[in-house]
Each structure stands twice: as structure tokens, then as C-alpha cells.
């Protein structure tokens, strides 16, 4: 069970900062999201998460998109997530479509649904939004080159990336205070 929760959330995660990297603007929204609710005298913490609502709709888009575990154990989807009937331009990264609301159980299911849901759910979001979170609040990143990440969906019981992530990242200003001042920013 920990391994599944682990290779899902990290899968997540590479999908997350994949959308981001060629999305800048995405990030710069987030960044100034997390700025202006968690500042920069201290790291992001559990209960700043409910004030991040376009993290949050970060998180949401990249599950629909990539679900890190499509086919749920016994189950496989009868629809696809990116059903044109039920999303707005479905195979655009686009955040905004979450835009502060809750998501209709019925549109969004990464987690499955019912007796057979993931009892890990609410960890990995919070999980998986701290982390985030954490890069964004940390790092400026960059894509190593001109080109666009490349969003070619691998194979296996996740979901993951045929190449795997590689981005550039600088340090802000707040990892600086807390790896050189030594100073606790919980």
C-alpha cells in the first residue's frame, strides 16, 4: 500500500511540473497564489493548503489529464477523462476550469469512487499539495530548452512519462533563508 501511494503521488507530481514547466504563466499564477496567502517569511504548511484554491485546481487538471492510476483495481474506466461532452476544450492544461469550486464527483475520479475508493485519498492530496506547493513556494523553474516537455504517455500500472522530467530550478529567496540562516519557518 505504501509503495502504491508513493509511485502515484510521485507520478502526479512529474505530471504536475511537466503542465507547469511548459505553462509558465500557470506557475507564475501559483507562485503569486502561494505568495500572497503563505508569504515569503515562511515554507507552505498543511493548513495553508485551503487557502490555495488554484493549487488545488493544478492538482485537479493534471488528474484529469493523467490520472496516475487509470485503471483502478478490478475496475477500468468506461469513459474517457477527456470526454469533450463533459469538458471544455478536453486536451487543454487549463486550471482555470476548477476555478475555486468543488469538483462534481461524477466529472473527476482519480481516487475511484465508493466501497472501492482509495482509503489513502485525503493523504495523497495533501501529500501531493504540499509538494507542490513546496517547489513552487522554493524554486523558479525553467524547461532546459526550447522545447516543450514532451507529454507522451508511458506504460505501466501508473501512469508514467516515456522521458522523464528534466527541468532547470534556481533556489528563491525563502530556500536561501532556510538552508543558510538555519531558522525555522514552520
Same mark, same amino acid.
Given at each position: 500500500m505504501?509503495?502504491?501511494g ?5 507520478v ?14 500557470v ?5 503569486? %497564489?502561494v ?5 515569503r517569511?515562511r ?9 490555495l484554491?488554484?493549487l ?20 477500468m474506466?468506461?469513459?474517457?477523462? *477527456? ?16 476555478g ?8 473527476l475520479?482519480?481516487? @475511484?469512487?465508493? *466501497? *472501492?475508493?482509495?482509503?489513502?485519498a485525503?493523504?495523497?492530496q ?6 507542490? @506547493? ?7 523553474? %525553467?524547461?532546459v @530548452? ?9 506504460s505501466?500500472l501508473?501512469?508514467?512519462?516515456? %522521458? ?7 533556489a ?15
Amino acid at each position: 500500500m505504501i509503495l502504491a501511494g508513493t509511485d502515484t503521488s510521485v507520478v502526479t507530481l512529474e505530471w504536475a511540473m511537466s503542465f507547469f514547466v511548459n505553462h509558465p504563466e500557470v506557475l507564475q499564477k501559483a507562485r503569486a %497564489e502561494v505568495d500572497a496567502h503563505v508569504g515569503r517569511d515562511r515554507l507552505i504548511d498543511e493548513h495553508d493548503l485551503h487557502k490555495l484554491p488554484y493549487l488545488q485546481a493544478i492538482i485537479f487538471e493534471t488528474m484529469r489529464l493523467c490520472p496516475p492510476a487509470p485503471l483502478l483495481v478490478p475496475h477500468m474506466s468506461s469513459d474517457d477523462s *477527456r470526454d469533450s461532452k463533459i469538458w471544455d476544450d478536453p486536451t487543454s492544461f487549463k486550471p482555470e476550469r476548477f476555478g475555486g469550486r468543488e469538483v462534481e464527483g461524477h466529472k473527476l475520479m482519480p481516487f @475511484g469512487f465508493g *466501497r *472501492r475508493a482509495c482509503p489513502g485519498a485525503g493523504l495523497a492530496q495533501r501529500v501531493v499539495g504540499l509538494t507542490l @506547493g513546496s517547489l513552487i513556494q522554493c524554486f523558479d523553474w %525553467e524547461r532546459v @530548452g526550447e522545447d516543450l516537455v514532451d507529454l507522451t504517455e508511458g506504460s505501466g500500472l501508473t501512469m508514467p512519462k516515456v %522521458e522523464p522530467l528534466e527541468a532547470m530550478c534556481q533556489a528563491c529567496d525563502i530556500m536561501k533563508k532556510v538552508l543558510y540562516d538555519g531558522t525555522s519557518y514552520a
